[in-house]
């Protein structure tokens, strides 16, 4: 009860502010709801989920901006807002026929359709100035320094994070003890800190700090993805000479954590070995193995057998499903997967939700017309990363490719990902159009590139 009230005060706290113009408030209590109250433990029992709270003070801020700016919603010269506005055409027109098919009841497919509503926040990040995201970008480094703590205190037995340890990763022959609970920001901080530091021994610091979080995760994937796509995203936008500080603290972290980093890659670290893994989910007898086992094997099984399901018929394959929900009794009546986790919550098989790969979830929904547009606003991200020459689209573009190292071991594009892409990109393009139009002059952005390498 006291947890739901924090979060009310939160709210209001939020509309207050941002009626004053202190939208970086906002901003930083938008991040507190996509990342779940940032896993913190003790709001673990709020009545409202957190999705729900961050679409409620987004809708009453955007409502509020649309009757003091001109045009707020304009599609002119923003391909991604178009883009953004026929995805969620798209949806909507999917929960519509849901609902009127009979498929889902209507609360049940309302509450899958809802999590599809967050791209319209393209539309609110649009309109806020560069010199909030500072402001909330140093708070949020803050934060995201306090909650690394926190995930560290587990291993002493202090439990503040939600989740917490995950005992032991494999069978009890485990040497050490598994947190996945890493902070959301993780990623972002990492990469954030090579664009921004202004020293190796900076990022030195930063990369120990959050690569042993990374590391004491165990995810194999997270190592991976991060190893290429940090220097990938350096040499992309110019940044060719921090490689040398990045690899110098890759060395460090390796050395310092190497009897995990092995332990992990090996055998013992987990079922199979990483090659052992990968060539089991190329063949039939390995999938058969390890059908039911958080292996890329496993993975493989849980794709292709989705994949046959979707193409028993051409307008499933096309269109989805539409907005069905996991836990509903028409999806447990419609779905008799073999492939999945028991999800220890319902002690039912995954049917259409999973974080073990990326789009598979979203492919089952909406088909191929809704993952090719999908794909499509994902690309137009790519070129504004590419086209801008500042430290943000620097951030952004290793961040879409960390996101896609890691489609095939789990899923990154969660509303709080999309939001960071959303962010960056929005960046971009204002400092990109400040100098030579006037077209955000409402947001009051007179920000250049020297005024996101001050944060």
């Not at 502010?17 to 939208?23: F, I, L, M, T």
């Not at 967050?118 to 708070?139: P, T």
């Not at 202090?158 to 022959?173: C, Q, R, V």
Request: one cysteine or more; hydrophobic letters at 50%.
């Amino acid at each position: 009860m006291i947890a739901t009230v924090i979060c009310v005060l939160l709210l209001l706290s939020g509309w207050t502010e941002w009626s004053r113009g202190n939208k970086a408030w906002g901003i930083v209590l938008c991040a507190f709801f996509l990342t779940d109250f940032f896993s913190l433990a003790f709001f673990e029992q709020v009545a409202v989920k957190a999705y729900d709270f961050c679409l409620i003070f987004c809708t009453v801020a955007m409502a509020y901006e649309n009757l003091k700016i001109p045009h707020y919603f304009t599609l002119k010269n923003d391909p991604i807002a178009k883009t953004v506005v026929l995805l969620e055409i798209y949806f909507f027109v999917s929960f519509l026929i849901t609902g009127l098919i009979g498929a889902e009841s209507w609360t049940y497919a309302m509450k899958a359709y809802r999590y599809y509503l967050f791209f319209l926040l393209y539309f609110l990040f649009r309109n806020i100035a560069v010199e909030d995201y500072i402001r909330s970008f140093k708070l949020l480094a803050y934060i995201s320094f306090a909650l690394g703590i926190l995930f560290c205190l587990q291993f002493s037995g202090i439990g503040l994070l939600k989740k917490g340890i995950d005992m032991p990763a494999y069978g009890a022959s485990s040497i050490y003890q598994r947190l996945r609970n890493i902070p959301a920001t993780t990623a972002f901080m990492i990469v954030s800190a090579l664009f921004l530091a202004k020293r190796d021994g900076y990022i030195l610091f930063t990369l120990l700090f959050w690569g042993g979080i990374v590391v004491f995760s165990q995810h194999r994937g997270v190592m991976l993805s991060l190893l290429l796509a940090l220097p990938l995203g350096l040499y992309l936008k110019g940044f060719g000479k921090r490689i040398w500080g990045l690899s110098t603290a890759i060395f460090s972290v390796f050395l310092l954590f190497s009897p995990v980093i092995l332990y992990r890659f090996s055998p013992r670290g987990g079922q199979t070995s990483l090659f052992e893994d990968i060539r089991n989910g190329l063949s039939v007898k390995g999938l058969k193995k390890n059908a039911t086992k958080g292996t890329f094997s496993f993975r493989t099984a849980f794709v292709l057998e989705r994949w046959n399901y979707m193409t028993e018929k051409p307008e499933r394959l096309l269109c989805g499903v539409g907005t069905m929900h996991e836990d509903s009794p028409a999806s447990g009546k419609k779905f008799h997967f073999k492939s999945g986790v028991i999800k220890k919550e319902t002690n039912r098989r995954q049917r259409i939700d999973t974080n073990d790969i990326a789009f598979i979830s979203f492919f089952i929904r909406y088909g191929l017309v809704g993952t090719g547009i999908m794909f499509y606003l994902l690309f137009l991200l790519f070129l504004r990363y590419i086209h801008g020459k500042d430290i943000a689209a620097g951030i952004g573009i290793t961040l879409w490719l960390y996101a896609l190292f890691r489609v095939s071991s789990g899923d990154e594009f969660t509303p709080f990902f999309y939001c960071l892409l959303f962010v960056c990109s929005v960046i971009t393009r204002k400092i990109t159009l400040s100098p030579n139009s006037s077209d955000y002059e409402n947001s009051g952005c007179n920000s250049n590139i020297q005024q996101i390498e001050s944060a």
